[in-house]
Structures are given as structure tokens and as C-alpha cells.
């Protein structure tokens, strides 16, 4: 599912999906402070170069592309700017 990276998304039926399914018990809007208040965690310990505390943040773990994305753009100087698994492998 290419938009699961998104975490927190309307579905062409209208239906709002929420990923990972664990989430799923929260309502959208939950789900959605969730997920923002750990890209503000994210950018928080990037900006202290705690990098390794990145991966803790659960709810980015399915939007490792998006969220290493992100990252680059505002730190360049600490993230490369390869966001596919394949790449990096």
C-alpha cells in the first residue's frame, strides 16, 4: 500500500485509514497529534544531534521515507539524500 508511509490518510472511498492497525482504536484526529507530536520529537533530537533516538518514535516507523525526507531537507548536513530501502541496501 504506496500512502501507508502517510500513516494517517483518506482512502479514495473517504474512508480515513490509519497505520499501523495498533493505531487504529485511536480516532483520526488521535491519530494524527500522535503522529505529528513524534515529527516535532523527530526535528527536537535531530536539532541535538541524537540521531540513534530517531528510531524510538514509533509511529514513523512506517514512514521511514517520508520521515528521512523531511529530516534532509531541514538537516543536510546530517542525512543523505537516500530514502529508498533498496538504495540504501
Do not use: N
Not at 485509514?17 to 480516532?27: F, N, Q, T, Y
Not at 516507523?61 to 548536513?77: C, K, N
Amino acid at each position: 500500500m504506496p500512502v501507508a508511509k502517510h500513516t494517517v490518510y483518506q482512502h479514495r472511498t473517504g474512508e480515513w485509514r490509519i497505520v499501523p492497525s495498533a493505531r487504529c482504536g485511536l480516532g483520526t484526529q488521535e491519530a494524527w497529534a500522535k503522529v505529528r507530536s513524534e515529527f516535532v520529537a523527530a526535528f527536537t533530537t535531530a536539532t541535538a544531534g541524537a540521531y540513534e533516538c530517531i528510531d524510538e518514535l514509533t509511529s514513523l516507523t512506517y514512514g521511514q521515507a517520508l520521515t528521512t525526507t523531511s529530516l534532509a531537507v531541514y538537516f543536510p548536513h546530517a542525512f543523505l539524500p537516500i530514502f529508498s530501502a533498496a538504495h540504501i541496501r
